[in-house]
C-alpha cells in the first residue's frame, strides 16, 4: 500500500509564492510518475504538472507554465510543487498522485494514477 500526504497549502495574496510538499511511503512504492492535479469549487480534477521519478522529466499545463516548479527528492520519497507569481483563478485544493507504469510524460487525466493523497488547500486572494 502506498500512502502520499501533502501539505504546504494555505491563503496567500495574489502575486504571492507557496510551496507544496508530497511525501510518499509505503514498501510499494516505486512510481514511474507523480503528477499533480488540481480541483477548484464546481469543476472536475485537473492536470497541473508531471515530474518522472527517476529522471526529473517534467511537463506543465499551460495555465502554470512558467510560474510553478515541480521537483523531488527520490532519497525523501518526497516531489513538491513550488507556485509563484499565483493568481486567484490558481485556488483549489491540490493533490499529489503516484503511476506506477510506464506512460509519456505530458498532460494526464486522474484516471491514469493509482494512488492519490488526500489533497491540500491552495486559496489566492486578489
Known amino acids: 500500500q502506498v500512502q502520499l500526504v501533502e501539505s504546504g497549502g494555505g491563503l496567500v495574496q495574489a502575486g504571492g509564492s507557496l510551496r507544496l510538499s508530497c511525501a510518499a511511503s509505503g514498501r510499494t512504492f516505486r512510481p514511474y510518475v507523480m503528477g499533480w492535479f488540481r480541483q477548484a469549487p464546481r469543476k472536475e480534477r485537473a492536470f497541473v504538472a508531471v515530474i518522472s521519478w527517476s529522471a526529473g522529466n517534467t511537463y506543465y499545463d499551460d495555465s502554470v507554465k512558467g510560474r510553478f516548479t515541480a521537483s523531488r527528492d527520490n532519497a525523501k520519497n518526497t516531489i513538491y510543487l513550488q507556485m509563484n507569481s499565483l493568481k486567484p483563478e490558481d485556488t483549489a485544493a491540490y493533490y499529489c498522485?503516484?503511476?506506477?507504469?510506464?506512460?509519456?510524460?505530458?498532460?494526464?487525466?486522474?484516471?491514469?494514477?493509482?494512488?492519490w493523497g488526500q489533497g491540500t488547500q491552495v486559496t489566492v486572494s486578489s
Open positions: 498522485a503516484a503511476r506506477n507504469s510506464w506512460t509519456l510524460i505530458g498532460p494526464a487525466r486522474d484516471y491514469e494514477y493509482d494512488y
